[in-house]
C-alpha cells in the first residue's frame, strides 16, 4: 500500500524559501501523478500544484504560479515543492497525494493522505 510522508515545513520569513518533500513507500510512485495541496485554518483544502507522472507536464494555482516549482525523483520516489518568495498568505498544512491527471489535465486525488506538513510564513 501507498504510504506518503510531507516534510520540510517550518516558520519562514515573508520573502523566504521552503522546499518540501513527500516521500513515499510501499509502491512506486511512478505511475500517479502527484499534487500538493494546502489548507489553511478555517479554510478548504485547495491544489496547489500538480506533476504528471512522467514529470513532463505541471500545474500550478494562479496564487503560486512564478514562486512555487514542483519537481520529482522517481529513483527516489520523491516529490518536491520549492516555495520561494512566500507569503503570510501561504501559511497552511500541506500535504501530498497520488491521484491521475484526466484528458484536460484535471488533477483527481487517490485516496491516500499524509499526515501534513505545516508551513507558517510570518515576521
Known amino acids: 500500500q501507498l504510504q506518503l510522508v510531507e516534510s520540510g515545513g517550518g516558520l519562514v520569513q515573508p520573502g523566504g524559501s521552503l522546499r518540501l518533500s513527500c516521500a513515499a513507500s510501499?509502491?512506486?510512485?511512478?505511475?500517479?501523478?502527484i499534487a500538493w495541496l494546502r489548507q489553511a485554518p478555517g479554510k478548504e483544502r485547495e491544489e496547489v500544484s500538480c506533476i504528471s507522472s512522467s514529470g513532463g507536464s505541471t500545474n500550478y494555482a494562479d496564487s503560486v504560479k512564478g514562486r512555487f516549482t514542483i519537481s520529482r525523483d522517481n529513483a527516489k520516489n520523491t516529490v518536491y515543492l520549492q516555495m520561494n518568495s512566500l507569503e503570510p498568505g501561504d501559511t497552511a498544512v500541506y500535504y501530498c497525494?497520488?491521484?491521475?491527471?484526466?484528458?484536460?489535465?484535471?488533477?483527481?486525488?487517490?485516496?491516500?493522505w499524509g499526515q501534513g506538513t505545516q508551513v507558517t510564513v510570518s515576521s
Open positions: 497525494n497520488a491521484g491521475q491527471l484526466d484528458a484536460g489535465m484535471k488533477y483527481i486525488a487517490g485516496s491516500g
Open positions: 510501499g509502491l512506486s510512485l511512478e505511475g500517479y501523478a
